[in-house]
T-cell receptor, first 115, second 113 residues
Framework: NAGVTQTPKFQVLKTGQSMTLQCAQD?????MYWYRQDPGMGLRLIYY???????DKGEVPNGYNVSRLNKREFSLRLESAAPSQTSVYFC??????????????FGPGTRLTVT | GESVGLHLPTLSVQEGDNSIINCAYS??????FIWYKQESGKGPQFIID?????DKRQGQRVTVLLNKTVKHLSLQIAATQPGDSAVYFC????????????FGTGTRLQVTL
């Protein structure tokens, strides 16, 4: 099992450009999450999908959109990138949302720089 | 708002010594905690978890202690090895409200030879 995979690993965008970060999991998990990680700050939840067909806003959703394409895949889209979105983005999955087990499994991350 | 934090941003430990990484949490309703390890350039990895009905839980070379009275969590690593060098952070959740995990900022553990 590959676990949680993310593409791309690195990306540089110019302000105003758009892009989609891809995430896939092969653990048959119901729930998937997108976080951003900034220096000196903990992981902050952008959006999550408790189950296929549902998505909900997290702590910092502004400037992002998500799509739960199917049970395996959960993408994050930046429609018009801003320098404030420079960060490392992590996708995670868990068997369920709001119920045990609560452990989340993380992908390797995408390092995004917006100039 | 509710938050999870850490006392020390960087901890330097000699190889072979024991490491203790601390975490303070402010949400007294949190009843489940996880410690994650994040190596440079990688995603966080689960280390160990503990429920609030326990004071201590042991894994392989790691022990988590929970003091609910002072809302304090610690991760002890025995015989620290160079491979233990990473950022460690705790996460909490109030399972009764089906809330999401809240993550702390992390402590960097540096293992010196």
């Amino acid at each position: 099992n590959a676990g949680v995979t993310q593409t791309p690993k690195f990306q540089v965008l110019k302000t105003g450009q758009s892009m989609t970060l891809q995430c896939a999991q092969d653990m048959n998990h119901n729930s998937m999450y997108w976080y951003r990680q900034d220096p000196g700050m903990g992981l902050r939840l952008i959006y999550y999908s408790a189950s296929e067909g549902t998505t909900d806003k997290g702590e910092v959703p502004n400037g992002y959109n998500v799509s739960r394409l199917n049970k395996r895949e959960f993408s994050l889209r930046l429609e018009s990138a801003a320098p404030s979105q420079t960060s490392v983005y992590f996708c995670a999955s868990s068997p369920t949302s709001g119920g045990p087990p609560y452990e989340q499994y993380f992908g390797p991350g995408t390092r995004l720089t917006v100039t | 708002g509710e938050s999870v934090g850490l006392h020390l941003p960087t901890l330097s430990v000699q190889e072979g010594d024991n490491s203790i990484i601390n975490c303070a949490y402010s949400n007294s309703a949190s009843d489940y905690f996880i410690w994650y390890k994040q190596e440079s350039g990688k995603g966080p990895q689960f280390i160990i978890d503990i429920r609030s009905n326990m004071d201590k839980r042991q894994g392989q070379r790691v022990t988590v202690l929970l003091n609910k009275t002072v809302k304090h969590l610690s991760l002890q690593i025995a015989a620290t090895q160079p491979g233990d060098s990473a950022v460690y952070f705790c996460a909490e959740i109030n399972t009764g409200t089906a809330s999401k995990l809240t993550f702390g900022t992390g402590t960097r553990l540096q293992v010196t030879l």
